[in-house]
């Protein structure tokens, strides 16, 4: 089956850093959505991304389809900003969703 | 507008015994899917459903899970024997369509002693 994997697997900034975490899947796709899972295990959705680039306040997503990679940008970081973020790949007629391992973020003040 | 719900949030069962989870989708929403997080497998697929069928049961662990949906709305997911690997976060998420966004509820939390 197809393979998700996101760089990099932890990541401490202080308060004010920007930073990129990738995910490479290694096959085409359906589409492409980026989770935050917050502290109480919600996972809030922070883009819809199959391909193209999406801006959110301090977020941007960029996918390229056709290298099978995606990027996240998270500028001027915050302390709620700190968890875990997957990248989840929709697969198959059913576009079942299959999520990479995740990239734990600290922030720190 | 109201987001995916889902209930009981915790449940503690004893090993041997059935639980039913339940999740209740956006409104409108075609597709309802069930996932699976626990520490060692990470998020997995277990089904989805479109309507009332369900087209892809793939992910299931065992033939001791089983899914139903009724009304094209309401899910219920029953884990009948349950057992300590079956320790898990049981997350649902629903879409507007196959293909489309996928929005996920708070999960279930399932403890098996």
């Known amino acids: 089956g197809i393979q998700v994997e996101q760089s990099p697997p932890d990541l401490i900034l202080q308060e004010g850093a920007n930073s990129t975490l990738r995910c490479n899947f290694s096959d085409s796709v359906n589409n492409l959505q980026w989770f935050h899972q917050n502290p109480w295990g919600q996972l809030i959705n922070l883009f819809y991304?199959?391909?193209g680039t999406k801006q959110n306040g301090r977020l941007s997503a960029t996918t390229v389809a056709t290298e099978r990679y995606s990027l996240l940008y998270i500028s001027s970081s915050q302390t709620t900003d700190s968890g875990v973020y997957f990248c989840a790949v929709g697969v198959e007629y059913g576009n079942k969703l299959v999520f990479g391992a995740g990239t734990i973020l600290r922030v720190k003040s | 507008g109201a987001g995916v719900s889902q209930s009981p949030s915790n449940k503690v069962t004893e090993k041997g015994k059935d639980v039913e989870l339940r999740c209740d989708p956006i409104s409108g929403h075609t597709a309802l899917y069930w996932y699976r997080q626990s520490l060692g497998q990470g998020l997995e697929f277990l089904i989805y459903f479109q309507g009332n069928s369900a087209p892809d049961k793939s992910g299931l662990p065992s033939d001791r899970f089983s899914a139903e949906r009724t009304g094209g709305s309401v899910s219920t997911l029953t884990i009948q024997r349950t057992q300590q690997e079956d320790s898990a976060v049981y997350l649902c998420?629903?879409?507007?369509?196959?293909?489309?966004?996928?929005?996920f509820g708070p999960g279930t939390r399932l403890t098996v002693t």
């Open positions: 991304i199959p391909s």
């Open positions: 998420a629903s879409s507007a369509e196959i293909l489309y966004e996928q929005y």
